[in-house]
């Protein structure tokens, strides 16, 4: 269980700094709310993920 913790949130800051410079340079509000819908789906997916009964 601490692997999946650990391991879902290096992914979140992994996406989080691949995507944050381009929406800061562009800053274009279709960008940021398409990229707000993925890291919230992200989110949601990891979420789901640690609170299931499959370890």
Known sequence: MTFKILA??????LLLV???PVVWKLK??????VVSIGV?????????SLRSKDD
């Open 8 to 13: 879902g949130l290096v992914s979140v800051a």
């Open 18 to 20: 691949f995507v944050a």
């Open 28 to 33: 274009d509000a279709a960008l940021i709310v």
């Open 40 to 48: 919230v789906m992200m989110l949601v997916d990891l979420w789901q």
